[in-house]
């Protein structure tokens, strides 16, 4: 259960080597959280993740689980809440795949749809199904701001993306009344090289919007300076800047945060820019 403060106590992150994860963990142990789960493949960063957060006070415990493969959601995470109540979520899985070896091999196409997306339905409606007859506790969803308007550039993350901050949506809406909630994070580029310490670089199940070359959200900075680039650079963020966010975001209980905030005015913006001119802007 949450303290007389409103902080959560339990917290399970599927994803459990994602930076932004792990970041928002660390200013949730600060804040008492005492029970950490770390949901991901057993692997060596898992470990090193877990033993970075034991080291700030927290009992930390690991969880084998795969997000491609959801049948067995049911039970592995049947087994973590079996142990005692889970007051937040955090669904931060997922793998931004090569745009363009995709295009060439519609099988790993797949394979980012079904980690991004089929994998995120199963975990969250077996979390939120457990979350509800606990009676209490928070969804955190890692969504992206390229699943805001798709671009040619990573349509296939893209589109995971859309139709996981959609399902996101509906799933919260089913929840209203209930005394589980659901928060959607939409980042945007995540700046490399701003990872803390006691975190690790993503494995196979990664933090969201992790690039091909290990940083989360969009491309990193590349050099190239146009207006467009210009933009984007100072909506870039850190995985620091996002857990703060979501930490005031659950405290304030919101329902979707934008991280930086500017990032919702300029998305409305380009939502309704039309498509011919959307395909020429270098966003």
Known sequence: MKDAFGA????????????????????????????VWLAGRPSPALETAAAGLRARGAEVRTVAFDALDPESHETVLGKVFAEGDIDLVMM???????????????????????????GAVSAGLVCAGAL???GH??????????????????????????????????????????GVRVMIVRPGP?????????????????GDGAEPDGTDGAAAVTGVVDPAELVRRRLMTTPEAVADAIV???????GTVWVPGALRVVMSALRHVPRPLFRRLSV
């Open 248 to 254: 005031t975001g659950l405290r304030q209980g919101t």
């Open 137 to 178: 506790g928070s969804l955190v969803v890692l969504s992206s701001v390229s699943g805001e308007r798709v671009r040619r550039a990573d349509f296939i993350y893209g589109s995971s993306k859309a139709g996981l901050d959609a399902f996101a949506q509906g799933l919260g809406d089913a929840l209203h009344g209930t």
């Open 8 to 35: 959560p106590q339990s917290l399970l992150v599927l994803g459990g080597t994602s930076q932004i994860a792990l970041a928002t963990a660390r200013r949730l142990i600060a804040l008492r959280t005492r029970t």
């Open 132 to 134: 509800q007859a606990q």
């Open 190 to 206: 995540v700046r490399p090289g701003s990872v803390h310490p006691g975190s690790v670089h993503p494995g196979s199940v990664r």
């Open 92 to 118: 931060a899985f997922g793998i931004p795949g090569d745009q363009t070896r995709d295009e060439e091999e519609p099988l790993r196409a797949v394979r980012v749809a079904r980690t991004n997306y089929t």
